[in-house]
């Protein structure tokens, strides 16, 4: 057997493009705001740092909204990601690495550090009084980032995307749901005395809504607190299989959460950057459904716990719960599944960390009527589709074969389907009959992909 | 066994891989010149745009060859030896085969044209000519693309991403004539044009110059104009690559001749792809396909037959597709470039100048005998079923939703598309329509 390596492909690469002239007043606008932000992370006097913070938001949102207007706004609808591959910011270059420490550097200072973001956080004070009628903590801050993140760069996103109208609507449900359900409506439940709650998290991905303490708690709270929890249950245990059988996990991936949310807007950029090497999907096996068995039996003990009939088991549970609360709930969803976005792709956090993806792959994959099918005999194996799948799913390994693509992980973007130059693939929901049978069109080999 | 192929295209990796599946025990080779692995042509031009990376390019994984014993060699055939059943190679030791596969492709044909050594000016068929494209279109300014097929508008796509003004001298008097019927040509070059593509119809390249250093400079056109180009890309077609089929002694015209089970004129050597020929093509199909879908079929064809299972090449129904900048093309059946005697033809046109639908059908019993679209996505089995069963057109409008394969939230064109065959075709009934999809 005789093997050789394959050679590098020393294609002559041009000169970087230099930044349209034009491109270059928003960006300095971007530019700005971060040096502002700076000033009013550093400034003790409360008022010269608001000042300080609401210059940085709104130079650093209206240069972001300038700069992807001029930038995917003005030319040609359609699907055209040139240089991707060859832009130090996309493809792991070092704007990518410095883009990934500072973001990474953002949520260590947030979860273990908030005392350095204090100036910024006393800087919100007054919305904070007029949104949730109390005092900015950390979490308003991260809350107002991620909301603004997901308004701005879903700017960018609908702009991008404006030829193909399932982006569109993927795109503004995204931003409707992080704005209204996870800023403004949590904020609005503080103000009226009543628990934050997030009506579009639920367990597991939310793992402690279903805890007894939790629980217990909004039980107690009255009407709307037994509303939030019947809300929980029926959306983890009904509305979930209910949903998934009919339009797969993408209801809910690409269309409703916030983790997904972000990815979609803020991460899209980064998107042809998950790995698809079969490695990458062993790694995700061996992560993923682990921490859906570790959040399934944390619940389940503590609901044991709960009931008394166990005494000891506060041993186990506190040491877990803290465990998963860690590893998984700060580290795993928080600072790797962000800040890696430059450098692993935007979903690394969905793909190989979140228990709800789990457990809607389970039932995408073989209780769904969500299929991505391919047409006929007509790939011709260019890879648009596996570079533009944020999930790491190797689309052309099925679309070559003609075979419809049913994977768990698939959150149904929709990209593939944008970047086939062919028209080959297209997100179907439909009889579950034939839902796996390949196209007659190619004969199936049956040599194995995964 | 012992199975051989020279070339590592999509015709000698379709024939492996099937090989291996009917043959678990054979031991199979895989010899490829140009690069160690097997890669999609048609993704080239990605690379150049910077879509993609020479990996993403590869369909398969490198562990898949491995782990499936198909033998790959990174080298060149020089010779075969019919009668001793041996291949000669350029860098190793000669390889015997009890069943060879000749599966060598194309090369780009280009005429003679004065100044044609001149550097900046090539063809485009494989790695290689993307390796000196993207040399040489450094710090270009304009660049002239010649020949009006479907490397042309890659071409064009590739240097106007750079910002390099594009120059296209297509020959005939409209865009892709041979192929496509005269609306389909309309709206693709006014396409084309709105992508600031300077597109010259009924122009020809008549020489090319060059400077002092032996680069090119102009071109002059039969039209007697000089532009300014420092890269020339022709795109005049290709042809078999007949080398080695030469050197071996098959009987070979235009291709590597073959009859219908894929065999040349000496035993046990077959040849499959872009580099055969046809002795006796079917009615209405060609002598030699040099396309992707026929080579992955013929590919598929030979091996069944090398593998003991005797099976002739039959394509089936036509099918191919395209892209133009961002307007998709999709063809299924048979539509002639030119009106033909007792074929009726549909024709639908968004006002926007973005989707377009034709349909030929047979005037006698209105039998579809074909569909193209532009800026539309139709289903594949949907119009295999059609076609094969001649369904007749007042059904096919009817149920055109069935065939719609553009994305969810996409917006339908079906009750425009009836309305406009309504009038273009008001003694023909058109049944109750159906809803789009699978459901």
Not at chain 1, 222 to 247: E, H, Q, R
């Amino acid at each position: 057997m005789q093997d050789h390596p394959t050679p590098s492909l020393a294609l002559a690469q041009p000169p970087p493009a230099a930044t349209p002239p034009g491109e270059k007043l928003p960006l300095a606008a971007v530019a700005l705001g971060l040096l502002a932000l700076l000033v009013a992370a550093a400034d003790a006097d409360h008022n010269r740092a608001r000042l300080s913070l609401y210059a940085a938001l709104a130079l650093v949102s209206g240069g972001a909204l300038g700069w992807a207007w001029l930038a995917f706004g003005r030319p040609a609808a359609g699907w055209h990601p040139h240089d991707l591959w060859r832009r130090a910011s996309t493809s792991r270059g070092a704007v990518a690495w410095a883009t990934g420490v500072a973001l990474t550097g953002f949520y260590v200072v947030l979860y273990w550090f908030p005392g350095l973001l204090e100036n910024l956080i006393r800087a919100l004070d007054p919305f904070s009084a007029w949104l949730r009628h109390r005092a900015a903590d950390q979490w308003l801050l991260y809350g107002t980032f991620y909301t603004l993140a997901v308004l701005v760069l879903g700017g960018r996103a609908l702009w991008k995307y404006r030829s193909t109208r399932y982006h569109l609507a993927r795109t503004a449900s995204v931003m409707f749901f992080q704005l209204g359900f996870s800023f403004l409506l949590p904020g609005l439940l503080l103000a009226l005395q009543q628990p934050e709650y997030y009506f579009s998290y639920f367990w597991p991905l939310k793992y402690d809504y279903l805890f007894p303490d939790a629980v217990g708690k909004l039980l107690h709270g009255g009407g709307l607190g037994v509303f939030m929890v019947f809300w929980g249950v029926v959306l983890s245990f009904l509305a979930t299989p209910v949903l998934t059988y009919f339009f797969g996990k993408r209801w809910y991936c690409a269309w409703v959460c916030g983790c997904g949310g972000l990815a979609e807007t803020a991460g899209d950029a980064y998107r042809h950057l998950s790995d698809k090497s079969r490695t990458a999907w062993r790694w995700e096996m061996r992560l993923l459904y682990p921490i859906l068995g570790l959040i399934l039996l944390l619940t389940a003990l503590l609901w044991v716990g709960a009931s008394g009939a166990v005494p000891a088991l506060g041993v186990v549970t506190g040491p877990l719960g803290q465990l998963y609360g860690f590893a998984i709930g700060s580290i795993f969803s928080g600072v790797v599944g962000v800040g890696f976005y430059p450098l692993l792709g935007s979903r690394v956090w969905c793909r190989f960390g979140c228990p709800m993806a789990a457990y809607l792959g389970l039932l995408q994959k073989h209780f769904s009527r969500f299929r991505i099918s391919t047409n006929g005999g007509q790939c011709i194996s260019c890879g648009n589709c596996s570079n533009a799948c944020e999930m790491g799913i190797d689309v052309k390994q099925y679309a070559q074969r003609g075979a419809p693509i049913v994977r768990a992980a698939c959150v149904g973007c929709g990209l593939c389907a944008t970047a086939c130059p062919r028209g080959v693939l297209n997100l179907e929901n439909g009889p579950r009959e034939g839902r796996l049978a390949a196209s007659t069109f190619i004969h199936a080999d049956s040599l194995r992909i995964l | 066994m012992h199975f051989v192929i020279i070339g590592n295209g999509i015709t000698g990796v379709s024939a492996a891989i099937t090989a291996r599946r009917l043959l678990p025990e054979a031991r199979i080779t895989l010899v490829g010149a140009e690069s160690a692995h097997h890669y999609s042509r048609p993704a080239l031009m990605y690379l150049y745009l910077g879509h993609l990376r020479y990996a993403d390019v590869k369909p398969h994984a490198d562990w898949f060859w491995a782990e499936n014993r198909l033998e790959l060699l990174h080298d060149e055939a020089l010779g075969v030896h019919t009668a001793a059943r041996t291949v000669q190679l350029a860098a190793g030791p000669s390889l015997a085969y009890d069943r060879l596969l000749l599966a060598t492709g194309s090369v780009p044909r280009i005429p003679g044209w004065p100044g044609r050594q001149l550097r900046g000016v090539q063809g485009f068929y494989g790695l290689p000519d993307l390796e000196s494209m993207s040399r040489d279109t450094q710090g270009v300014a304009h660049a002239v693309v010649v020949g009006g097929g479907l490397i042309g508008v890659e071409l064009a796509e590739m240097l106007h991403s750079r910002g390099i003004h594009v120059t296209w001298l297509v020959r005939e008097g409209r865009y892709w004539q041979s192929v496509l019927p005269a609306e389909e040509s309309a709206m693709l070059e006014a396409h084309i044009r709105d992508q600031h593509i300077d597109l010259q119809l009924t122009t020809e390249l008549r020489e090319l110059r060059g400077n002092a250093q032996g680069r090119v400079q102009a071109v002059e056109t039969t039209t007697g104009q000089v532009l300014p180009a420092e890269w020339v890309g022709l795109a005049t077609g290709v042809q078999p690559n007949l080398v080695l089929a030469q050197a071996a002694g098959l009987a070979t015209d235009r291709g590597i001749l073959v009859d219908e089970m894929l065999e040349t004129s000496a035993p046990g050597v077959y040849a499959a792809g872009d580099c055969a020929q046809h002795r006796r093509p079917a009615p209405g199909e060609v002598a030699v396909e040099q396309l992707w879908y026929t080579g992955r079929m013929q590919g598929e064809t030979v091996a069944h037959t090398i593998c003991g299972e005797p099976t002739p090449y039959r394509r089936g129904e036509w099918f191919n597709s395209a892209k133009f900048f961002h307007l998709e093309y999709q063809t299924y059946g048979r539509v002639p470039a030119q009106p033909t005697a007792g074929i009726a033809s549909f024709c639908w046109q968004h006002p926007n100048g973005k989707h377009l639908l034709r349909i030929n059908f047979c005037g006698a019993d209105q039998a579809v005998t074909g569909v193209n679209t532009l800026g539309l996505r139709q289903r594949q089995d949907v119009w295999e079923h059609w076609l094969r069963e001649k369904t007749p057109i007042g059904t096919v409008v009817a149920q055109l939703a069935a065939a719609n394969f553009d994305p969810e939230f996409a917006r339908q064109h079906e009750p425009a598309i009836r309305r406009a065959f309504a009038q273009q075709f008001p003694s023909i009934a058109v049944e109750k329509p159906r809803r789009k999809g699978l459901w």
